[in-house]
């Protein structure tokens, strides 16, 4: 059985896009990850090389199939999708989706993918580069005990030649006298100690530890999220909204709302529960609605999320 972890696939596409933005075909676009950047590679890729499952990966990221002729394909939204991927690249989010995981295997042209393929076909020299990229050592650890082994050996076979070489005995006497100036020696160093250095050993102990809680408090920790298209991702608090097209900010973790999520309704969806409460959200953003399935406020423009009612699905959703 294989014992390739989803873990190990990270950070193979991470190995891989190191490499591609360096001497890949497509470096101009991953070297420099934008979302626009991003969007020229997905374009380039998707024609290139139409794979069943590729295809699936894009529109499971995107909500929409690949379309080589239409001119329009990305969006704002869209474009923040990406940055989730932008930001996976540049190890910027802690706990990436599964489908920004498969689109930048695409996107550095992993193989095999996806992840059930991987972890099935993998050759030995994968293998080897799984284990550098785990930082495992096991097979350095094994040489060091064979190599130690061996130099065990020629060492005690160098000592087996001088047990035939007959030695003078020491005198006894001589044996005291080093063992009474030892003891002599130590008992006068130990005297000369002074009893103040204990202190100074104790105030030198109580700093450091001060300063070692000041450095880890004072630590950068990734407690921080930020909305990314339709869903939260937990990022590093020292993340700057740079290049993103909505500006959507840095803000403290919230696990009340780090679970909200916009969703795309249709004529499927539940909208309330057996007693008739609702169980989606809804905000107004400019003309149109979006919906979400939680209550909170609407991550882009601050607006309450009320929950929904006939009179809204009657007016936005089935007035077609």
């Given at each position: 059985m294989s014992n390739i972890t989803f873990e190990d696939y990270k950070n193979a596409i991470k190995a891989k896009y190191e490499k591609e933005k360096e001497e890949g075909d497509y470096s101009n676009n991953l070297s420099s990850p934008t979302p626009a950047n991003l969007r020229k590679l997905c374009v380039k890729r998707f024609k290139s090389n139409p794979d069943k499952e590729d295809l699936n990966a894009f529109e499971s990221f995107f909500d929409f199939p690949f379309d080589k002729d239409k001119k329009n394909l990305f969006g704002d939204d869209e474009m923040n999708k990406l940055e989730a991927v932008k930001r996976f690249f540049q190890g910027k989010t802690e706990k990436p989706s599964e489908d920004t995981i498969q689109l930048?295997?695409?996107?550095?042209?992993?193989?095999?993918?996806?992840?059930?393929?991987?972890?099935?076909?993998?050759?030995?020299?994968?293998?080897?580069?799984?284990?550098?990229?785990?930082?495992?050592?096991?097979?350095?650890?094994?040489?060091?005990?064979?190599?130690?082994?061996?130099?065990?050996?020629?060492?005690?076979?160098n000592n087996s030649e001088a047990d035939f070489v007959i030695e003078e005995p020491l005198p006894v006497q001589s044996k005291e006298v080093k063992s009474e100036e030892t003891s002599i020696s130590t008992f006068v160093n130990m005297d000369e100690k002074p009893k103040s250095n204990k202190l100074k050993y104790l105030a030198i102990v109580a700093v450091l530890a001060g300063l070692g809680l000041i450095i880890f408090l004072a630590l950068p920790r990734k407690e921080c999220m930020q909305w990314s298209g339709d869903h939260y991702e937990i990022v590093d608090c020292n993340l700057k909204s740079e290049g993103f097209i909505s500006g959507s900010p840095v803000e403290l973790l919230d696990e009340n709302l780090v679970g909200l999520k916009k969703i795309k309704v249709c004529d499927t969806t539940v909208y309330?529960?057996?007693?008739?409460?609702?169980?989606?959200?809804?905000?107004?953003?400019?003309d149109s609605i979006d919906f979400f399935n939680n209550h909170g406020r609407h991550p882009e423009n601050n607006s309450p999320l009320r929950p929904v009612t006939k009179y809204i699905l009657d007016k936005y959703v089935n007035k077609k």
């Amino acid at each position: 059985m294989s014992n390739i972890t989803f873990e190990d696939y990270k950070n193979a596409i991470k190995a891989k896009y190191e490499k591609e933005k360096e001497e890949g075909d497509y470096s101009n676009n991953l070297s420099s990850p934008t979302p626009a950047n991003l969007r020229k590679l997905c374009v380039k890729r998707f024609k290139s090389n139409p794979d069943k499952e590729d295809l699936n990966a894009f529109e499971s990221f995107f909500d929409f199939p690949f379309d080589k002729d239409k001119k329009n394909l990305f969006g704002d939204d869209e474009m923040n999708k990406l940055e989730a991927v932008k930001r996976f690249f540049q190890g910027k989010t802690e706990k990436p989706s599964e489908d920004t995981i498969q689109l930048a295997a695409i996107l550095v042209d992993l193989r095999p993918r996806p992840f059930n393929k991987y972890k099935k076909q993998m050759d030995e020299e994968d293998v080897q580069l799984i284990d550098i990229l785990r930082g495992t050592s096991d097979s350095a650890k094994e040489v060091s005990s064979d190599n130690l082994s061996d130099k065990v050996k020629v060492e005690n076979s160098n000592n087996s030649e001088a047990d035939f070489v007959i030695e003078e005995p020491l005198p006894v006497q001589s044996k005291e006298v080093k063992s009474e100036e030892t003891s002599i020696s130590t008992f006068v160093n130990m005297d000369e100690k002074p009893k103040s250095n204990k202190l100074k050993y104790l105030a030198i102990v109580a700093v450091l530890a001060g300063l070692g809680l000041i450095i880890f408090l004072a630590l950068p920790r990734k407690e921080c999220m930020q909305w990314s298209g339709d869903h939260y991702e937990i990022v590093d608090c020292n993340l700057k909204s740079e290049g993103f097209i909505s500006g959507s900010p840095v803000e403290l973790l919230d696990e009340n709302l780090v679970g909200l999520k916009k969703i795309k309704v249709c004529d499927t969806t539940v909208y309330f529960d057996k007693n008739h409460n609702a169980i989606i959200w809804y905000a107004k953003k400019g003309d149109s609605i979006d919906f979400f399935n939680n209550h909170g406020r609407h991550p882009e423009n601050n607006s309450p999320l009320r929950p929904v009612t006939k009179y809204i699905l009657d007016k936005y959703v089935n007035k077609k």
